[in-house]
């Protein structure tokens, strides 16, 4: 019955998800002027396109990789009340307007000097970096909407993941405000690192090796 | 059989609720002008924007817990029939017809001595509540479209909750020939509202608990 | 393995009608002049575009009941080939052009000395009903695509109703080459007419009950 | 569990794949011109949209027909990995992109002089082709991700006609080079092609059915 619960929540998340991304091409406007261009001409148009191109390319994986680690999160989570309902909502809330700062970011992008669309870009895969994260915390909180018998290493790899999640948007955030280009780099590489199931820093991974090796020998 | 009805029923709602809640973001247009903004002028520009990021909030939110709402009624209701199919597919009907007020709403939000958008936009989920509460009249009544053991609490507390809800959204069309801003805080504030599970109002839960002891004294 | 195959047919084809079915909604644009409207103006300009109200209505009841009706049929199909794929292919081709025609007859709709936008519209529907016929009695022609024991009255009672949706769908056709309102009224009265569950004309139900009767005796 | 993560990955790609295959129709523009059209002048003004109805009608079989093959291949594949979801992702990419340049491509198609667009529209298509081509080496490669059992006679045969799919794709991009049309068509004759199920060209079917024998001498 619980279970149920989560398969509705996750089979509508997986809708947004699968329409707002989809959704993202209507950011890319090749102008169709009055006249139609001859070849040169259209090759040169579309080649000054490549700031929409890398807006969309950015977006797309950012919202295709926060939903591979939506359903890493659902792997562990089996129960939901009112509160993850909420959150989860607002997280959607905030992946279906991520087309409205790609498109002011598409316009904007070659303008070095202006700061503004950058901010509210890397503003709002920061706000979803939160949002992902207070979704964890508060699902594992005590294991209260986990499974009966949550795997904790897992558990404690994706807790550490996401201790430094907002930590690093917050960087491209920062980075907004000083260089439009860097900040964007920095949201596309954020995408690609979280890619990679559960991969904490190198030192963490080494004291995880070491807890673990503990629990094998607590249960021999 | 009958439950493999219900969950396409359930399925095709669910695709139709994600698509139209991410369509909702097409109602944010900010206008490009024919030259770039500068800085200050993008911000501003983006700052005049609140009422279209309200209106798309409500809109959102109202959906987006319509939808909850609606699987907590397929929680219980186990079979279709032609009726239900019918009265569904009305109710997909004003769900992909939101955007439209939404936008007009977004457009006249500010001319506070305008109404026929509030109206129109109260209307609609004035209409929506109405036939969410259809759907669950006919499929409660004596039981049919339940399953066969249903859980009288639960059902007894959804027809509850359900009784008042057109009667507040009622309220907030009403405060729509007056004063729009109340009326979309009021449409924001119900859609939060029944977000809580079949939580009804104080004296109606003292009776509930009242009744629930009375039941499980019968019990033992 | 087989019922795989039908199930993920089922999954796409839902997507595709339940995003379809959502798009409608773009084809109703509510013109926004360089000034506001003042009230009387607005609800002026919305009382106008009641053809637009209708044509979407109408757009969305046909395929939300063609949706339905194709469900009924994927309750007896149980097996894929080849040419049922394309054939699905064909209608979905069918059910996403939907829109273009919609958005034509709602601006040509109140000029009733035109046609072109009816027949196309009215061409569409009948397109739509031949490609649903077509589908029906590829997969049901010997049983081939149908389950090991096909219900044989719920078969019969399919093939009967089909067998005349293309005829009354002609009609519509046939009407819209003469007079534009009356064709998009019976488009929608076919509509509502197959949301009713294989439910045949009356004289063929009698022959149906008789027959019914014949096989309980048989089966004493 | 490993087969909980094929099934989510096949959910979120069939919802991508439908939304943009759905969302082709926005490609198709039918100019709203100042004055309403007279009947001749309409339906003139229709039939001069033949190459946006192509160029559509090219991309959502294309697309239909790349889902259908996405299908074939996740009835063997069995396990995902971080590398089979990034492929995939990078493969819904190119599909959502799609839409681009069908409208640049329906927008230049009578020009036969002009080449950009089909060179885009083809190229597309053959990243496509290597995209899928990939997706299915990186999973077949020592059976890795393939269930306990997999079927060596299907997998070679997908392999076989997978071994041609670019080299195909290749042709059609090589015209695009020289003539718009021909390019076109061939492009469409691929997805046709692709529809069968694992057709091998002829010589190969003959290996095929001989290999199949000396297999089945072997089991006896």
Redesign the interface.
């Known amino acids: 019955m619980d279970d ?1 619960d989560t398969s ?1 929540l ?3 998340s ?13 950011t ?1 406007k ?1 102008d ?1 002027p009055a006249k ?1 261009l ?2 040169a001409a ?2 040169l148009e ?1 080649l000054r396109q490549w700031p929409m191109l890398l807006a969309f ?1 950015t977006s ?2 950012s919202i ?2 926060m ?2 680690n939506h ?1 890493r999160l659902f ?1 562990h989570i089996k129960h939901t009340d ?1 509160g993850l ?2 959150i989860n ?1 607002v997280l ?2 905030i992946i ?2 991520v ?2 700062p790609t ?2 970011l598409a ?2 992008f070659i ?1 070095s000097d ?4 950058a901010i ?1 870009y890397s503003g709002t895969f920061l706000a979803m970096a939160c949002c992902m994260n207070l979704l964890w915390r508060y699902a594992s909180y005590r294991g209260r909407l986990l499974g009966k018998e949550p795997d904790p290493h897992a558990v404690m790899a994706i807790s550490r993941q996401y201790m430094f999640g907002p930590l690093l948007y917050l960087i491209a955030f920062g980075l907004a405000w000083i260089n439009t280009p860097a900040s964007i780099i920095v949201n596309l590489l954020l995408a690609l690192l979280f ?3 559960g991969l904490p820093p190198l030192p963490l991974r080494l004291t995880s090796v070491f807890r673990k090796n503990h629990v094998d020998e607590q249960k021999q």
Not at 14 to 26: C, K, N, S
Not at 114 to 117: G, N
């Open positions: 149920k509705r996750e089979a509508f997986d809708g947004v998800f699968a329409v707002a991304i989809t959704l993202l091409v209507l890319i090749v169709s139609l001859d070849d259209l090759r579309l390319a797309f994986f295709g990789i939903w591979l359903h792997k009112t309902l909420f909502l959607l809330f279906v307007f087309p409205i498109a002011l316009e904007y303008h202006q700061h503004v669309a509210l890619a990679a199931p």
